[in-house]
């Protein structure tokens, strides 16, 4: 079975800096492109990152661009999300999910949220 | 960057037949996949593709996608269909490539 399991939220005051995981089983990490996506309460999903399979290309959203890097250890099937220079509006629940043919998402996880405030 | 229009919500009696449209530029030439939402669970992927279901999806599932609107057809409604619909695309013309539409509630 697929599982995809994200940790790391938490409150964190507006410049402060949080790291998010998401640990993987079920299929092969390696072989699979991931993403981040959030969604800030009452809004929709929002994609903000993708990393390829051995880390050789990634995305970002202009939102999150500079202050946020994706990154991954293939050896130990784990995503992980470093977020620093964080705002008030990057409150949100943090999903990570998988990637299918670099065109859609077919597994997430449940989420973790991350809470930005003074 | 691509934009998609979704309606806010659509209400739906059980048993009866739910349509959310998802409308974007030339849409029909692009690929569409539509995510389920409910509150505290992760996301699912309903349709990808354009029409095709995963497996685990029934088949009161089903959409189509031509000209500039995309639509995600629920029949025989359950309750256990209320939650939020997304569409999304991938853009190849933008660095922004994953595109989600703002998402449509269902209400049953």
């Known amino acids: 079975e697929v599982q995809l399991v994200e940790s790391g939220g938490g409150l964190q005051r507006p410049g402060g800096s949080l790291r998010l995981s998401c640990a993987v089983s079920g299929f092969n990490f390696s072989d699979h492109s991931m993403h981040w996506v959030r969604q800030a309460p009452g809004k929709g999903l929002e994609w903000i990152s993708f990393?390829?399979?051995?880390?050789?290309?990634?995305h970002y959203a202009d939102s999150v661009k500079g202050r946020f890097t994706i990154s991954r250890d293939n050896a130990h099937d784990s995503l992980y999300l470093q977020m620093n220079s964080l705002r008030v509006e990057d409150t949100a629940v943090y999903f990570c999910?998988?990637?299918?043919?670099?065109?859609?998402?077919?597994?997430w996880g449940q989420g973790t949220l991350v809470a930005v405030s003074s | 960057s691509y934009v998609l229009t979704q309606p806010p919500s659509v209400s739906v009696a059980p048993g009866k037949t739910a349509t959310i449209s998802c409308e974007g530029n030339n849409i029909g030439r692009k690929s569409v996949h539509w995510y389920q939402l409910k509150p505290g669970r992760a996301p699912v992927l309903v349709i990808y593709y354009d029409k095709d279901r995963p497996s685990g999806i029934p088949e009161r599932f089903s959409a189509s996608n031509s000209g500039n609107t995309a639509t995600l057809t629920i029949r025989r409604v359950e309750a256990g269909d209320e939650a939020d619909y997304y569409c999304q695309v991938w853009d190849t013309s933008s660095d922004q490539r994953y595109v989600f539409g703002p998402g449509t509630r269902v209400t049953v």
């Open positions: 990393i390829s399979t051995r880390s050789s290309v990634t």
């Open positions: 999910a998988r990637d299918y043919g670099g065109n859609f998402l077919d597994y």
